[in-house]
Protein backbone atom coordinates (compact mmCIF):
# COMPACT_ATOMS: atom_id res chain seq x y z
CA UNK A 1 0.00 0.00 0.00
CA UNK A 2 1.25 3.69 -0.08
CA UNK A 3 1.33 6.32 3.00
CA UNK A 4 2.98 9.35 4.05
CA UNK A 5 3.63 10.14 7.39
CA UNK A 6 4.30 13.99 8.89
CA UNK A 7 3.38 16.17 11.87
CA UNK A 8 0.66 17.61 12.01
CA UNK A 9 1.38 20.26 13.63
CA UNK A 10 4.51 22.41 13.52
CA UNK A 11 5.27 26.06 15.79
CA UNK A 12 7.86 28.60 14.98
CA UNK A 13 8.84 32.28 15.19
CA UNK A 14 8.77 34.89 12.49
CA UNK A 15 12.30 34.96 10.54
CA UNK A 16 13.03 31.65 12.42
CA UNK A 17 13.80 28.20 10.48
CA UNK A 18 12.00 25.38 10.09
CA UNK A 19 12.13 21.77 9.21
CA UNK A 20 9.01 19.60 8.01
CA UNK A 21 9.64 16.04 7.87
CA UNK A 22 7.51 13.28 5.52
CA UNK A 23 8.68 9.69 5.56
CA UNK A 24 6.73 7.61 2.81
CA UNK A 25 6.13 4.14 1.57
CA UNK A 26 4.90 3.69 -2.06
CA UNK A 27 5.05 1.12 -4.62
CA UNK A 28 6.08 2.89 -7.56
CA UNK A 29 7.73 6.09 -5.80
CA UNK A 30 9.03 8.73 -8.51
CA UNK A 31 9.29 12.25 -7.07
CA UNK A 32 8.19 13.81 -3.85
CA UNK A 33 6.50 16.95 -4.04
CA UNK A 34 5.26 19.34 -1.13
CA UNK A 35 2.24 21.92 -1.75
CA UNK A 36 1.07 24.96 0.58
CA UNK A 37 -2.44 25.72 1.40
CA UNK A 38 -4.11 28.34 3.22
CA UNK A 39 -7.28 28.50 4.91
CA UNK A 40 -10.06 28.23 2.34
CA UNK A 41 -7.46 28.22 -0.45
CA UNK A 42 -6.23 25.25 -3.13
CA UNK A 43 -2.89 23.86 -3.36
CA UNK A 44 -0.58 25.47 -4.82
CA UNK A 45 2.65 24.22 -5.76
CA UNK A 46 6.08 24.47 -4.05
CA UNK A 47 8.92 21.74 -5.23
CA UNK A 48 9.40 18.85 -6.69
CA UNK A 49 12.59 16.16 -6.16
CA UNK A 50 12.74 13.09 -8.14
CA UNK A 51 16.58 12.73 -7.34
CA UNK A 52 18.42 12.83 -4.19
CA UNK A 53 19.41 16.02 -2.53
CA UNK A 54 18.35 19.27 -1.77
CA UNK A 55 16.08 21.60 -3.96
CA UNK A 56 16.23 25.49 -3.29
CA UNK A 57 13.64 27.88 -4.50
CA UNK A 58 14.41 31.22 -2.62
CA UNK A 59 13.51 30.86 0.78
CA UNK A 60 12.15 27.34 0.65
CA UNK A 61 14.39 24.11 0.08
CA UNK A 62 13.55 20.84 -0.27
CA UNK A 63 15.41 17.64 0.23
CA UNK A 64 14.91 14.11 -0.65
CA UNK A 65 16.44 10.70 0.90
CA UNK A 66 15.19 7.93 -1.31
CA UNK A 67 16.74 5.17 0.00
CA UNK A 68 15.99 6.68 3.70
CA UNK A 69 12.48 7.25 1.88
CA UNK A 70 12.58 10.70 3.67
CA UNK A 71 12.40 14.37 2.48
CA UNK A 72 11.98 17.61 4.42
CA UNK A 73 10.63 20.73 3.57
CA UNK A 74 12.71 23.18 5.02
CA UNK A 75 11.31 27.19 5.26
CA UNK A 76 13.92 30.15 6.44
CA UNK A 77 13.25 33.43 7.45
CA UNK A 78 9.57 32.45 8.44
CA UNK A 79 6.91 35.15 8.06
CA UNK A 80 3.38 35.33 8.71
CA UNK A 81 1.58 34.81 5.30
CA UNK A 82 3.93 31.24 5.73
CA UNK A 83 0.92 30.31 8.05
CA UNK A 84 -1.06 27.49 6.09
CA UNK A 85 -0.99 23.75 5.86
CA UNK A 86 2.16 21.44 4.23
CA UNK A 87 1.42 18.54 2.57
CA UNK A 88 3.93 16.15 0.80
CA UNK A 89 2.88 14.18 -1.73
CA UNK A 90 4.34 11.12 -3.32
CA UNK A 91 3.93 10.46 -7.47
CA UNK A 92 3.47 7.34 -7.74
CA UNK A 93 3.64 5.96 -11.17
CA UNK A 94 2.91 2.37 -11.95
CA UNK A 95 3.14 1.85 -15.95
CA UNK A 96 -0.09 4.35 -16.84
CA UNK A 97 -1.34 4.69 -13.42
CA UNK A 98 0.05 7.74 -12.54
CA UNK A 99 -1.21 9.67 -9.46
CA UNK A 100 -0.48 12.12 -6.42
CA UNK A 101 -1.22 10.90 -2.65
CA UNK A 102 -0.96 13.53 -0.57
CA UNK A 103 0.38 13.25 3.14
CA UNK A 104 -2.07 14.07 5.95
CA UNK A 105 -0.38 18.19 5.89
CA UNK A 106 1.72 19.94 8.72
CA UNK A 107 -0.08 22.93 9.95
CA UNK A 108 2.54 25.75 10.52
CA UNK A 109 1.59 27.92 13.21
CA UNK A 110 4.12 30.75 13.26
CA UNK A 111 4.77 33.01 16.59
CA UNK A 112 5.46 37.10 16.23
CA UNK B 1 -4.93 33.74 -16.74
CA UNK B 2 -7.18 31.14 -15.04
CA UNK B 3 -5.39 27.64 -16.13
CA UNK B 4 -7.64 25.46 -13.73
CA UNK B 5 -11.17 26.90 -13.77
CA UNK B 6 -13.80 25.12 -11.56
CA UNK B 7 -17.68 25.97 -11.05
CA UNK B 8 -19.35 26.90 -9.30
CA UNK B 9 -17.29 28.06 -6.75
CA UNK B 10 -20.13 27.55 -3.77
CA UNK B 11 -22.28 24.39 -4.11
CA UNK B 12 -25.43 23.87 -2.31
CA UNK B 13 -28.01 21.25 -2.86
CA UNK B 14 -30.88 18.93 -1.32
CA UNK B 15 -29.79 15.61 0.33
CA UNK B 16 -30.22 13.09 -2.00
CA UNK B 17 -30.45 15.08 -5.01
CA UNK B 18 -28.00 14.62 -7.83
CA UNK B 19 -25.58 17.33 -8.22
CA UNK B 20 -22.63 18.34 -11.08
CA UNK B 21 -19.42 19.80 -10.26
CA UNK B 22 -17.31 21.30 -13.24
CA UNK B 23 -13.62 21.61 -13.99
CA UNK B 24 -12.07 23.02 -16.97
CA UNK B 25 -8.32 23.93 -18.05
CA UNK B 26 -6.76 26.09 -20.42
CA UNK B 27 -3.11 23.88 -20.08
CA UNK B 28 -3.66 20.65 -22.16
CA UNK B 29 -2.57 18.39 -19.53
CA UNK B 30 -2.98 14.56 -19.73
CA UNK B 31 -3.82 13.96 -16.60
CA UNK B 32 -6.76 15.24 -14.66
CA UNK B 33 -7.87 14.55 -11.06
CA UNK B 34 -10.41 14.84 -8.73
CA UNK B 35 -10.08 15.59 -4.64
CA UNK B 36 -12.54 15.48 -2.01
CA UNK B 37 -11.25 17.56 0.67
CA UNK B 38 -12.73 17.84 4.30
CA UNK B 39 -11.92 20.68 6.63
CA UNK B 40 -7.82 19.88 8.64
CA UNK B 41 -7.51 17.04 5.92
CA UNK B 42 -5.50 16.32 3.51
CA UNK B 43 -7.31 15.93 -0.58
CA UNK B 44 -8.78 12.77 -0.66
CA UNK B 45 -8.14 11.46 -4.41
CA UNK B 46 -11.25 10.18 -5.91
CA UNK B 47 -10.40 9.66 -9.25
CA UNK B 48 -8.38 10.73 -12.14
CA UNK B 49 -8.06 10.09 -15.86
CA UNK B 50 -4.75 9.56 -17.93
CA UNK B 51 -6.13 10.90 -21.27
CA UNK B 52 -9.47 9.48 -21.68
CA UNK B 53 -8.28 6.23 -19.43
CA UNK B 54 -10.34 6.49 -16.05
CA UNK B 55 -8.58 5.06 -12.96
CA UNK B 56 -11.07 4.96 -9.96
CA UNK B 57 -9.68 4.45 -6.43
CA UNK B 58 -10.93 1.63 -4.52
CA UNK B 59 -12.52 3.38 -1.57
CA UNK B 60 -14.19 5.69 -3.80
CA UNK B 61 -17.61 5.00 -3.38
CA UNK B 62 -20.61 4.49 -6.51
CA UNK B 63 -22.03 7.17 -5.61
CA UNK B 64 -19.01 9.53 -6.86
CA UNK B 65 -18.76 9.36 -11.29
CA UNK B 66 -16.70 11.54 -13.47
CA UNK B 67 -16.74 12.04 -17.08
CA UNK B 68 -14.19 13.83 -19.40
CA UNK B 69 -15.87 14.67 -22.82
CA UNK B 70 -12.34 16.10 -24.04
CA UNK B 71 -9.32 17.09 -22.81
CA UNK B 72 -10.30 20.42 -21.46
CA UNK B 73 -13.09 19.28 -19.19
CA UNK B 74 -13.91 17.03 -16.66
CA UNK B 75 -17.10 16.40 -14.04
CA UNK B 76 -18.21 14.79 -11.22
CA UNK B 77 -21.14 13.97 -10.68
CA UNK B 78 -22.68 12.95 -7.00
CA UNK B 79 -25.64 10.92 -7.58
CA UNK B 80 -27.18 11.20 -4.13
CA UNK B 81 -25.35 13.95 -2.33
CA UNK B 82 -25.57 12.60 1.48
CA UNK B 83 -24.56 15.13 4.76
CA UNK B 84 -21.34 13.36 4.22
CA UNK B 85 -20.33 14.54 1.56
CA UNK B 86 -20.23 18.32 1.86
CA UNK B 87 -16.40 19.32 1.48
CA UNK B 88 -14.41 21.00 -0.61
CA UNK B 89 -14.07 19.29 -4.22
CA UNK B 90 -10.64 20.01 -6.23
CA UNK B 91 -10.01 19.71 -9.48
CA UNK B 92 -6.16 19.30 -11.06
CA UNK B 93 -4.36 18.66 -13.68
CA UNK B 94 -0.51 17.25 -14.71
CA UNK B 95 1.08 16.71 -17.52
CA UNK B 96 3.92 13.38 -16.61
CA UNK B 97 7.45 14.74 -17.30
CA UNK B 98 10.38 12.58 -16.43
CA UNK B 99 12.21 14.81 -13.71
CA UNK B 100 9.39 17.47 -13.14
CA UNK B 101 6.36 17.21 -11.76
CA UNK B 102 3.96 19.66 -10.88
CA UNK B 103 -0.21 19.26 -9.74
CA UNK B 104 -2.10 22.74 -10.35
CA UNK B 105 -5.57 22.93 -8.48
CA UNK B 106 -8.15 24.54 -9.67
CA UNK B 107 -9.80 26.87 -7.16
CA UNK B 108 -12.13 24.16 -5.68
CA UNK B 109 -15.86 23.62 -5.15
CA UNK B 110 -17.60 24.30 -1.67
CA UNK B 111 -20.16 21.62 -1.68
CA UNK B 112 -23.22 22.46 1.34
CA UNK B 113 -25.60 19.35 1.56
CA UNK B 114 -28.76 20.24 3.49
Known amino acids: GQSLEQPSEVTAVEGAIVQINCTYQ??????LSWYQQHDGGAPTFLSYNALDGLEETGRFSSFLSRSDSYGYLLLQELQMKDSASYFC?????????????FGKGTRLHILP | DAMVIQNPRYQVTQFGKPVTLSCSQT?????MYWYQQKSSQAPKLLFHYYDKDFNNEADTPDNFQSRRPNTSFCFLDIRSPGLGDAAMYLCATSIPREGQETQYFGPGTRLLVL
Open chain 2, 27 to 31: LNHNV
Open chain 1, 26 to 31: TSGFYG
Open chain 1, 89 to 101: AVRDLLGRDDKII
